[in-house]
């Protein structure tokens, strides 16, 4: 009788330590919940830590690095709801004009200074220069960018409520496209010939 309430037990244990957590395995499929479950048994404490210590390359168009802890790069939050990246501004530098459709955002700012600001589906504008210990939200799926905003390198921890929140740049998703240069300008009412520049710039084509 014994033995059977050990066995119990154990079985119990087992299961109940399987459903507290579902560690993505990168390498399955993904799908709208997520990437499917790690076996538990092949689960270590490395992959509920990551490390977000190191500065990301801001030598680029836009003088700026993201370097994200989402599932993808840290598998420990599949399914959790939560993931967090790590933002490097250089002077001058600027996260375009985006949104998350899959995910609200909080920004945390502990270096430097940003300017960031969303605009509502009202098209009101809310926009604050941030400084060292300062946080703000972003709505999910709202347009939303940050900006050095004094010249010095910002660094800043954006978290989101999802693990995979998903991101769209406007800039990217007007110009780095094939949509034919004609109908980017009919519909944006840009001249044709700034839209032929801007997708020379952002390597789109048409």
């Not at 154990?10 to 993505?24: E, Y």
């Not at 092949?42 to 030598?59: C, E, I, M, Y």
């Not at 960018?145 to 769209?168: E, V």
Request: aromatic share 10%.
């Amino acid at each position: 009788m014994l033995q059977i309430f050990f066995l119990f037990s154990l079985l119990l244990f087992s299961s109940s330590h399987a459903s507290d957590f579902c560690v993505g395995d990168p390498k399955g499929p993904i799908g709208p919940s997520g990437y499917s479950c790690k076996i538990p048994a092949k689960v270590t404490v490395d992959d509920f830590v990551f490390s977000l210590g190191k500065a990301g390359n801001t030598s680029n168009i836009i003088k700026a690095a993201v370097t994200p802890a989402f599932a993808a790069q840290f598998p420990g939050v599949n399914g959790l709801g939560i993931s967090i990246a790590r933002l490097d501004l250089a002077p001058g530098g600027v996260i375009p004009m985006h949104t998350h459709p899959g995910a609200s955002e909080l920004l945390l700012v502990v270096q430097g200074y940003i300017l960031a600001g969303f605009i509502s589906s009202d098209n009101s504008v809310y926009l604050k220069i941030l400084k060292k210990g300062d946080i703000m939200v972003f709505p999910q799926g709202l347009l939303h960018f940050q900006i050095n905003a004094k010249g010095k390198t910002a660094i800043a921890f954006p978290s989101f409520s999802s693990p995979d929140p998903g991101l769209q740049i406007l800039d990217f998703a007007l110009f780095a496209n094939n949509l034919p240069s004609a109908i980017v300008a009919k519909t944006t009412f840009l001249d044709p010939a700034i839209v032929k520049k801007l997708k020379a710039v952002l390597g789109g084509t048409g």
